[in-house]
Structure formats: structure tokens, C-alpha cells
């Protein structure tokens, strides 16, 4: 299963447009903030959505290859509709799951090396992945509380509002509020998907954990651009 899915994540590779965004994204990124840091982010955006495109295809939808946009992120384009709520939350939450991973693999490389520059890959990866939990529109987000009853979007709500209260981080304030919000306006009486919910949490949790890893660097008081800077 492992090799598979490792296959997976390596097929957008194989397709000239997402290879040619993916440069066009590095060199900006690059001129930015030095081609390690842009490297690291590329590859987390890339995983992200590679989430998306391996349990697409596991439905057996059909979805084009990542195309990045640079300074946005990147994006797949779906060729099918997908109406089931369940399969929506999966395919949503796929994204920021997979880009967990990533994050964690920066992070590990981090412990293991020291290098700063991994942490700040790791965190800023973590972040954006925490961004893409805001539950509106065709964020996956919002795509994950398609599936939620009013309850499980309470519970998701209370998890952001924890997290926040540890990490006070102005994102989590935001994302708190706006579960607050869908769960007001939610009058539904369905029963909702529990796996959906509870996967919502974790990923605020974990990715929130990862997202200050820089503040163990020592560079908790430089930004982003800074800090990679420094470690080039």
C-alpha cells in the first residue's frame, strides 16, 4: 500500500503543464526566499494536492494533474461533480492530510538534522495547510463540513477554539469563528459523518502542533523571510 501510494504522489511528475507550473512556482519562490526554502514549499503544495488527485481516483473520479499558479499555490480541476457529502469531506480533507505528512517529514528531518530551514518548511507548510481548513466555499474546509451535522461542526468549532486558546495564532481565531458560524446557521437534523469530524480535529490539532515548530529554532521573533535568509 505504502509503495503505491509513493507511486501515486509521482504521476503529476509525469505531466509537462503541473512540471512546468511547478518551475515557474520555484523560480519565483525562489527569488523570494532562496531556492531551499522554495523547494520545500513546492513539494509540500505538490503532496497536498496529490492528496486530492490519489483519493479522486480511488472514487474513481476523473481530475486533471496539479497545476500551480505562482503565489496563490496550486489547484486540480475536477471533471466530475461530486455529490456524495461523504465522498466530498474524503476527497477535501485528503489535501490537508497528505500535506501533514509533508510537514512532518520536514519536521523530522529538522530533529534529525537541525537545520532551521527544515523547520521553517515544516511550519509555513503546516500553516498553509491550517489556511485551507477554513470551512468556506470549495476550501477543503468547507468541503469537510459538507459531511457534518450541527453537533460535529460544534465539536469542530470547540477544537479551533482550544487551539487557539494554546497557539494564539490570528488564522485559528478565524477559522474558529467561522465554524461557529456554519454551526449557528446549520438546522439540519442529519446524523452527519463522524469520520469526517473527528479527521477535521485531528488535522487542527497536529497541524497546529507543526505550525510553531519555528518558535524552537530560536527565530520565533524574525518572519518567514528572514529566517530562511539566514540559513541560506
Known sequence: MMVWKLKALLLGLGKGA???SMLLSLGVYWTAWGWKFA????LSIYVHEMGHVIVL???GFRASAPMFIPGIGALIRLQQQVVNPREDAEIGLAGPIYGLGAAAVAMGIWYATGYPIFAAIAGVGAWINLFNLLPIGTLDGGRGFHAMSRVQKLLAAATVAGSWFFVPDGLLFLIALVCFGRAAVDKSDER???KA???????IVVLTAISTVRSQTGLED???AVAIINDR
Open 222 to 224: 524574525e518572519s518567514p
Open 197 to 203: 469530524a473527528i479527521t477535521y480535529c485531528l488535522l
Open 192 to 194: 452527519g459523518n463522524w
Open 39 to 42: 523547494l520545500g514549499l513546492v
Open 57 to 59: 481516483r480511488r472514487y
Open 18 to 20: 503541473t512540471l512546468l
